[in-house]
């Protein structure tokens, strides 16, 4: 059973940058036709699409996080990360990653995210 | 690109059925993309209940249901049971010529 789980500092200074992994157990991130996702939901708010990584490397982003926004991916470690620079308020959230599934066959595109990791609470704050 | 709509609220009554509707664009929910669907209880992850716009994943109720019409695309949940009530948000593909997902911005369901 695919497994995910976020990872990293709870309180980020403003300015700074967020640090987060996620690792992945009960099968390779490796897995073909996969994409792998970050996704966050600020207090009492619903969810953005941060972005997300194919298991080549390709990633794709939010264009309004783009120029912030790295995700990388670590096949050794069985990980990916995200790092989204020069934080501020706006930005505390409980960050999620998710296996993300999705494709556009003749014209028709579908994706979906699952499993979910549990979430990891960030907080920007001095 | 902005979120797709969806109802702040809804309510209804155990044993009867509601509908929560995500209204999207010709360029997201409209075109050939197909929906997806979470419900997420307080405090916990977003839980995949419908996919591909109609399709349940394993271990998910038949209760729930997915279609679609034109740019608006809708969960329906038959028979509701007090352990539905939660926060449920669609998600579409929204890229033109590359991969960009837009979420709904979530129906709070209320049992009765």
């Known amino acids: 059973q695919l497994q995910l789980q976020e990872s990293g500092p709870g309180l980020v200074k403003p300015s700074e940058t967020l640090s987060l992994t996620c690792t992945v157990s009960?099968?390779?991130?490796?897995?073909?036709?996969?994409?792998w996702g970050w996704i966050r939901q600020p207090p009492g708010k619903g969810l953005e699409w941060i972005g997300s990584?194919?298991?080549?490397?390709?990633?794709y982003y939010n264009p309004s996080l783009k120029s912030r926004v790295t995700i990388s991916v670590d096949t050794s470690k069985n990980q990916f990360s995200l790092k989204l620079s020069s934080v501020t308020a706006a930005d505390t959230a409980v960050y999620y990653c998710?296996?993300?599934?999705?494709?556009?066959?003749?014209?028709?595109?579908?994706?979906?995210?699952?499993?979910w990791g549990q979430g990891t609470l960030v907080t920007v704050s001095s | 690109q902005s979120a797709l709509t969806q109802p702040a609220s809804v309510s209804g009554s155990p044993g009867q059925s509601i509908t929560i509707s995500c209204t999207g664009t010709?360029?997201?929910?409209?075109?050939?993309?197909?929906v997806s669907w979470y419900q997420q209880h307080p405090g916990k992850a977003p839980k995949l209940m419908i996919y591909?716009?109609?399709k349940r994943p394993s271990g998910v109720s038949n209760r729930f249901s997915g279609s679609k019409s034109g740019n608006t695309a809708s969960l329906t949940i038959s028979g509701l049971q007090a352990e539905d009530e939660a926060d449920y948000y669609c998600c579409s593909y929204a890229g033109s010529s590359t991969l960009y997902v837009v979420f709904g911005g979530g129906t709070k369901l209320t049992v009765l």
């Open positions: 009960g099968g390779s991130i490796s897995s073909s036709s996969y994409y």
């Open positions: 998710a296996r993300h599934q999705g494709y556009c066959t003749g014209g028709v595109c579908g994706n979906w995210f699952d499993p």
């Open positions: 010709s360029s997201d929910v409209g075109s050939y993309n197909l």
């Open positions: 591909e716009g109609s």
């Open positions: 990584i194919y298991y080549s490397g390709s990633t």
